[in-house]
C-alpha cells in the first residue's frame, strides 16, 4: 500500500494482543475500531481516511460504521470479507451493509472459502455505486495463489494495492 502512497495505522484486538484465539466481544470489537480511527484522525489531522482491514476487522469496521458514521472517513476497503464460515453459505454476516453511508471497496479471492462470491456479487449489486467487487482469481481468504496458476502471492498483493488507489481515486 506504502509503493501505491496510501499510508497505513496498524492495530491489533485485545485479544490478539493476550494471545488469545478466542475473539473479544462484539462492543469491545466496536469500540477498538472506534479507538483505532479517532487515533487517527488526531495523529493525521484533516486528512480523510480510508478504513477497513483482513477478515473479521473488516467486517467490524463495517459494523462501526452502520451503527455511527466514522469520523474523517470516507471509504471502506475490505480484504476478504467474511460472508460466512467456511463450508457454511449465508448472506447474514451482510445485513448490516446496507446502513453504510461510504463508498466500500470488496477484495476478494475466487477460491476464499469464506465469502460465496455467489452470494456475494447480488449483495455488492443491491448496494448500488456503494459497492464495488474486485476478484482476485485463484487467490483464497488469505489472498494466496496455488504455484500452479502462474501467479505469486506478491503479485496478488501488487493487484490489491493498485486496485485499493486505483479505487479510492474514482471513488471517495
Known amino acids: 500500500l506504502a509503493e501505491e502512497g496510501i499510508a497505513t495505522f496498524r492495530y491489533q484486538f485485545p485479544y490478539m494482543e493476550k494471545g488469545s484465539k478466542r475473539p473479544d466481544p462484539k462492543p469491545l470489537l466496536l469500540a477498538t475500531v472506534r479507538s483505532a480511527i479517532s487515533t487517527t484522525s488526531k495523529l493525521i489531522d484533516g486528512i480523510q481516511l480510508l478504513a477497513g482491514g483482513k477478515s473479521m476487522g473488516g467486517r467490524m469496521t463495517s459494523m462501526a460504521a452502520a451503527e455511527e458514521p466514522l469520523t474523517n472517513v470516507r471509504g471502506l476497503v475490505f480484504f476478504g470479507f467474511p460472508l460466512h464460515p467456511a463450508g457454511q453459505p449465508s448472506t447474514e454476516r451482510a445485513d448490516h451493509l446496507q446502513k453504510v453511508n461510504v463508498p466500500m471497496l470488496f477484495l476478494q479471492g475466487t477460491r476464499d472459502t469464506l465469502a460465496d462470491l455467489k452470494l456475494l ?45 486505483a479505487w479510492t481515486e474514482t471513488n471517495c
Open 121 to 165: 456479487k447480488p449483495i455488492c449489486t443491491k448496494l448500488g455505486k456503494r459497492a464495488t467487487l474486485h476478484n482476485i482469481d485463484g487467490a483464497d481468504h488469505s489472498f494466496h495463489v496455488l504455484k500452479s496458476s502462474g501467479g505469486s502471492d506478491e503479485s496478488v498483493l501488487d493487484e490489491l494495492a493498485y486496485t485499493t488507489r
